[in-house]
């Protein structure tokens, strides 16, 4: 089985290799978006890896998922916000973000972080 850390870097190849597809056709727009989404993974990488190093074996999951729920509630507060503005570009960019906010905590308690 694919481990956790494994599956993010493996997520971040494909679309570094989708956007460079993208931008190679000019479709930059449909790129930005990728791109959106390759940070997201960056982000949860990146945060899981701080927590390894600062946080009790026992304590990691639910530090975790807590942070992955706080990312949630941020970027749907925010996605809803555009909604009632009419900002549909941003409500997109929003909707990308927790697309791949689900899939990271997915695998996350799929693989309970191994």
Not at 38 to 61: H, P, W
Not at 74 to 91: H, R
């Amino acid at each position: 089985m694919i481990g956790f850390n494994e599956y993010i870097e493996t997520k971040i190849k494909e679309l570094s290799a989708e956007t460079e597809n993208l931008e190679k056709s000019y479709r930059h727009d449909d790129a930005v978006f990728v791109k959106i989404k390759i940070n997201v993974y960056d982000i949860c990488k990146t945060v899981f890896e701080a927590f390894k190093k600062v946080t009790e074996k026992d304590n990691l999951y639910d530090r975790y998922i807590n942070k992955l729920d706080e990312f949630k509630m941020t970027w749907s507060l925010s996605m809803e916000k555009a909604k009632e503005f009419g900002d549909m570009k941003k409500v997109a960019e929003e909707e990308a973000k927790l697309f791949v906010l689900d899939d990271v905590k997915r695998k996350f308690l799929e693989t309970r972080g191994e």
